[in-house]
């Protein structure tokens, strides 16, 4: 069975930038969520969905960070503009809805800002 | 403001003893908790979870604890092997969403 897919695995680009990661959730899992990791701050919560719609976005650092989530099979997260502290891996994991429910992440994109 | 705690240094133990890790919450009421492990590249990958009414889950070679009341938990690996050697996260869930609060990680070093 596939898993989470995010693309692309690694993405280097120079500050001002537009940034779009982008992920596949595990066919029938209706949550999906999108983290960032940092040695500084370890895995933080970004936002997430359950069936397509916004739940919880507090932890979008600011206005330069959104999600979208189109329909079931895809979600992206756009950094416009981009700056040197948002390098970080970026995760997208999904599960389906509910309390308890484990969580499956794909394998992140690792960010870095020039 | 809430605060998950885990050992940020690496715990290094030989092969074949039992790895106690542990995760310890301030201002939290977890009605549940999962453990994730995370190689070097890799995403985390979900070990067990264990809710609030539980003292204790197991799984193979896998040990959680939970105890509510010292707001902690305790993951054990028995007959610890190097390729247990990665980083192991616990994660708390308030039992009202489906979101998660992770703490920051043990890096485990199983040696021969």
């Known amino acids: 069975d596939a898993g989470v897919i995010q693309s692309p695995r690694h993405e280097v680009t120079e500050m001002g930038q537009e940034v779009t990661l982008r992920c596949k959730p595990i066919s029938g899992h209706n949550s999906l969520f999108w983290y960032r990791q940092t040695m500084m701050r370890g895995l933080e919560l970004l936002i997430y969905?359950?069936?397509?719609?916004?739940?919880?976005d507090s932890g979008m650092p600011e206005d330069r960070f959104s999600a979208k989530m189109p329909n079931a099979s895809f979600s992206t997260l756009k950094i416009q503009p981009s700056e040197p502290r948002d390098s970080a891996v970026y995760f997208c994991a999904s599960s389906f809805v509910g309390v308890n429910q484990p969580q499956h992440f794909g394998d992140g994109t690792r960010l870095s800002i020039l | 403001s809430q605060k998950i705690e885990q050992n940020s240094e690496a715990l290094n133990i030989q092969e074949g003893k039992t790895a106690t890790l542990t995760c310890n919450y301030t201002?939290?009421?977890?009605?549940?908790l999962q453990w994730y492990r995370q190689d070097p590249g890799r995403g985390p990958v979900f070990l067990l979870l264990i809710r609030e009414n539980e003292k204790e889950k197991r799984k193979e070679r896998l040990k959680v604890t939970f105890d509510t009341t010292l707001k902690q938990s305790l993951f054990h690996i028995t007959a610890s092997q190097p390729a247990d050697s990665a980083t192991y996260l616990c994660?708390?869930?308030?039992?009202?969403?489906?979101?998660?609060?992770f703490g920051t990680g043990t890096r485990l070093q199983v040696t021969l």
């Open positions: 201002n939290y009421s977890p009605a549940y």
């Open positions: 969905f359950n069936n397509n719609v916004p739940i919880d």
């Open positions: 994660a708390l869930g308030a039992g009202t969403a489906s979101k998660l609060t």
